[in-house]
Nanobody, 114 residues
């Protein structure tokens, strides 16, 4: 059974940083493009970053230059380093495969507020 477990969220002031982690199990992780997604209250879930098996990354315009996605295939884990956080980054963050995703995990809440 596929399992995606996100962690690392929290409350941070504007301009602050957080590092999210997502551990995956029961998928062919090493050959799967993985993505970080987020869903803000009242909005649709959106893709913010993705990373291929070859470590190529693509970022949404809203986060480019502030977020960095990485992966550790030995640990079946992806990371999202978030810096210069803004209130509009407030959302529940999820990881999943891209473009064909598995069942969603519980996500991790990121709140950017002073």
């Amino acid at each position: 059974q596929v399992r995606l477990v996100e962690s690392g969220g929290g409350l941070v002031q504007p301009g602050g940083s957080l590092r999210l982690s997502c551990a995956a199990s029961a998928i062919s992780f090493g050959i799967t493009t993985m993505g970080w997604y987020r869903q803000a209250p009242g909005k649709q879930r959106e893709l913010v970053a993705r990373i291929t098996s070859g470590l190529s990354t693509i970022y949404a315009d809203a986060v480019r230059g502030r977020f960095t996605m990485s992966r550790d295939n030995a640990k079946n884990t992806v990371y999202l380093q978030m810096s210069s956080l803004k209130p509009e980054d407030t959302a529940v963050y999820y990881c999943n495969a891209f473009p064909n995703f598995y069942s969603w995990g519980q996500g991790t809440q990121v709140t950017v507020s002073s």
